[in-house]
């Protein structure tokens, strides 16, 4: 072995730690351990280091920077002296206190949003984030779970079985369309609770019904889909993303048997989306005579987007089969598992007829080169393990009792309202027959501590004042509390029908 001393340029790397990026140069001659524990009593107090950190093994810190061990030593002793480290033996020096910092001048605190300002009559794109931001005591906004009652047991078993089984090459990049088990997965679900039979290969594994609308957007420009009609009522959320990919969305009206078919037909927009299984946010479902014109509609070119929103959440009624069992080549179907387990999972499905489907998977590999490899093999295991199933049978039990609760509420608080869409789902849509905007009714119940949304929000017609209420996430006397404050916000705005305010909010509205 060569032991010629090293060349200059061999030794002119200067040593340093990757732990705060520490450069012994920086140190005065013959202050090192000064130096040192001052960059870390600084590091503790702006929280680089927060309390509850661990600092580096002394001879790991001093063989990065190049020192002697007792450089390091001496610099980690001041600062236990000073009370803000401790040596736990084998745990390490832990900070356990941060130095007092110097006294800023007080700022002004953040503006807090006006419960009115939160409720315009024509809402932008960024509404949904300002209102869940939006501070309440009751949140009774409708499309959220009960997210406490997510499956932790469960999922941490399935998560131990993946991760036994799991080999070196699944976490490489995969197929941008899903995980194969996953695919086979959603394609059993699909068959049992859907009516949907398709092979796992026709399955596209993507981040929400929103992900999978935005991969339409992009490949249905090009096939000649210049626009998409929605249903009105229909989804706020769903009308802005599709807007926002420069899609314009057409109304079509919705009654008691679900969406017109005969106006579509008279709009000529060549595609439509829809709720067919619980229609959002009125609950009806599409009956068979609408279900049979719009299968014809769609024979003779027509599109299909079918969002099966809330279709596993029923309760009084027999399953609704998904259209997309009748007519696999004219409906894009899509689903997720936001509202079985919960929305920050971003897992959802599509299935596109095969003239679409090269222009969705490329789509989809360069929006993200495919969803997150270890929460699809998580799902996966809780759907053929059986686990989902349970999970969805406890939730139908505790919504059924939710639900009652809710219109019990509006029996005893609200007997005026009219109430839609008990029969399934996890929510409800109530109309009222006062004369005031259900923006203002909703900025006043905010004001009094309880979170709704305006039906208004949904139209694009006019259409009666009503609001649109959530019950899963809430317990029964969270709903009575809730519906109780809704009904003293009516109140004291019909109190004040007749006054100056009452006119200029007529006017507004």
Known sequence: MSRAK??????????????????????????????????????????????????????????????????????????????????????GTVVVAAPAAPATPASAPAAVPVPAALFPSAPGSDIFDAV?????????????????????????????????????????YGDPCGTPALRRAVAAWLARSRGVAVDPAEVIIVAGVSQALGLLAQALGPAGVDRIAVEDPGSLGVRQHLNNWGIPTPPVAVDGAGLRVTELAASGAPAVMLTPA????????????RRRQLVDWARTG???????????????????????????????????????????????????????????????????????????????????????ERQLRLLRRRHIRRRDAMIA???????????????????????????????ELAAATLARGVKVQPLSWHCQRPHRSGLVLGYAANTASDIEEGVATIAGALRQLDASVGTPEAAQRSRRS
């Open 6 to 91: 090293p060349r200059v340029s061999e030794r002119s790397i200067t040593a340093g730690s990757d732990f705060l990026h520490l450069t012994i140069t920086d140190a005065p001659p013959g202050g090192r351990a000064d130096w040192l524990a001052g960059r870390l009593r600084q590091a503790i107090a702006d929280g680089r280091v927060p309390v509850g950190g661990r600092l580096p093994a002394t001879r790991v810190l001093a063989a990065d920077l190049g020192v002697s061990r007792g450089v390091v030593t001496e610099a980690y002793q001041r600062l236990t002296e000073e009370g803000h480290v401790t040596g736990r033996g084998r745990a």
């Open 132 to 172: 869940r931001a939006a501070s309440a005591t009751i949140d009774l906004t409708p499309g959220v779970p009960d997210l406490a009652a997510f499956p932790r047991a469960d999922w941490l078993r399935a998560e131990r079985t993946v991760l036994r089984h799991l080999v070196a090459a699944d976490l490489g």
């Open 278 to 289: 619980h229609q959002f946010p009125t609950g009806v479902v599409l009956d068979g005579d």
């Open 302 to 388: 027509g599109l299909i987007i079918e969002d099966d929103y809330d279709a596993e959440h029923r309760y009084d009624r027999p399953p609704v089969p998904a259209l997309r069992g009748l007519l696999p080549e004219q409906v894009c179907y899509a689903g997720s598992v936001s509202k079985l387990l919960a929305p920050a999972l971003r897992v959802g499905w599509l299935l596109v007829p095969a003239r679409l489907r090269e222009a969705v998977v490329a789509a989809k590999r360069n929006a993200d080169l495919g969803n997150a490899v270890l929460p699809q093999l998580v799902l996966a295991e809780l759907m053929t393990s059986g686990a989902l």
């Open 409 to 439: 509420a509006l029996t005893r608080h609200l007997p005026a309202a009219t109430v839609h869409g008990a029969a399934a789902g996890l929510h409800l849509m109530i109309t009222l027959d006062a004369e005031l905007a259900d923006t």
